[in-house]
């Protein structure tokens, strides 16, 4: 069974940056979509980015686009990079996988993902 591990958050001031990993274990990562989502308190969870099996295509929220890059690497690993960051984007960071639909397609949408990460805390504060 695949499991997905977060790490990486923390407190970090604004305008700085963080670079968050998603380890799995079970099986390997290039058969899976993965997303990155977040959720602050009271606010539901949103789409921050994802990327296809074939690590081709990326998607991006707006609120992210042109601060946040993900990527894949050889060691079963998803990143993602948060760079000028902002008290905004505090939050508890996921990142979850899907095994099914196209190779060179991936959506923002929680109920596109069915095995989730526990979650790093990602704090943006002075």
């Known amino acids: 069974q695949l499991q997905l591990v977060e790490s990486g958050g923390g407190l970090v001031q604004p305008g700085g940056s963080l670079r968050l990993s998603c380890a799995a274990s079970g099986f390997a990562l290039d058969y899976y979509r993965i997303g990155w989502f977040r959720q602050a308190p009271g606010k539901e969870r949103e789409g921050v980015s994802c990327i296809s099996k074939s690590g081709v295509n990326t998607n991006y929220a707006d609120s992210v686009k042109g601060r946040f890059t993900i990527s894949r690497d050889s060691k079963n690993t998803v990143y993602l990079q948060m760079n000028s960051l902002k008290p905004e984007d505090t939050a508890v960071y996921y990142c979850?996988?899907?095994?099914?639909?196209?190779?060179?397609?991936?959506?923002?949408?929680?109920?596109?993902?069915?095995?989730w990460g526990q979650g790093t805390q990602v704090t943006v504060s002075s």
């Open positions: 979850a996988a899907y095994a099914g639909g196209s190779n060179y397609f991936c959506g923002v949408k929680p109920y596109e993902y069915d095995t």
